[in-house]
């Protein structure tokens, strides 16, 4: 499912990669309320917002939200996987939205994929 776009896909196969989870994002030491936020994935931010009560400017960027954080927004959503890149960043995740996962996806899904998948599968191991 790409939660962003709210379609179904078919996955091909799972990648045991770059496990991640959708968060928001604040400065370290900043209060809770959200005013303005900024980020890639605006239906998944909405739907958040919308889920806590919380009226909440979104405004849309292609790529490294959190530079915006905290001079211009109160808060950013965005994938984390290990956190380093907020903790240089004295930020921190206030909310996890939802965990997510690398996938392969194709138009129809087909047997001869599957090979494929295996030597996807195995290229990363050795990453």
């Not at 995740?93 to 939802?98: D, H, T, W």
Request: hydrophobic content about 40%; some cysteine.
């Amino acid at each position: 499912m790409d939660c962003e776009r709210e379609v179904n896909v078919p996955v091909v196969c799972t990648l045991d990669w770059c496990n991640t989870r959708m968060s928001v994002i604040q400065a370290g030491n900043a209060a809770v309320p959200y005013k303005r936020c900024i980020t890639e994935f605006p239906n998944i931010a909405q739907m958040y917002f919308q889920s806590i009560g919380a009226h909440v400017q979104i405004d849309v960027i292609s790529g490294s939200s959190e530079a915006f954080v905290p001079a211009l927004y109160d808060c950013c959503v965005d994938c984390v996987e290990t956190g380093g890149t907020l903790m240089r960043n004295n930020l921190v995740e206030k909310a996890i939205i939802m965990e997510s996962q690398m996938v392969l996806i194709a138009r129809n899904q087909t047997e001869e994929l599957l090979p494929f998948c295996t030597r996807v599968q195995q290229a990363l191991t050795n990453i």
